[in-house]
């Protein structure tokens, strides 16, 4: 399983930083940022600490397992990004 982020991620960037394996991207810095709506965070990666979601001022981010049904598909839109 994965933690997912969904739409209501306004790019604040307090997220990636807070990740012990760095699997949150665009990351600050990085290019891409200006053309996503959301940060996405890798699902092979991903070791499920919750960290996260923890810090995520407007409640963005979901254990998998946990997504709301009409957002489940930030799942395959979170692992996507990093297939291309
Ligand atoms: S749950 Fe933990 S490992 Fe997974 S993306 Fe969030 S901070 Fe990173
Ligand atoms: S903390 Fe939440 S709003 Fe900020 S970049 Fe991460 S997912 Fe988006």
């Known amino acids: 399983m ?8 306004t790019k604040c960037m307090s997220c990636p930083p ?14 891409g940022l200006d053309a996503v709506s959301h940060v996405n965070i890798n699902p092979d990666e991903c070791i499920d600490c919750g960290a996260c979601a ?8 979901f ?3 946990d997504l709301p049904d009409e ?13 291309s």
């Open 18 to 31: 807070v990740c012990p394996v760095s699997c949150i991207h665009p990351a600050e810095g990085e290019e």
């Open 71 to 83: 957002q489940r598909k930030f799942a395959a839109e979170n692992a996507a990004y990093f297939k």
């Open 63 to 65: 254990p998998e397992s």
């Open 54 to 61: 923890g810090i995520c001022p407007v409640e963005a981010i």
């Open 2 to 9: 994965a933690y997912v982020v969904t739409d209501a991620c």
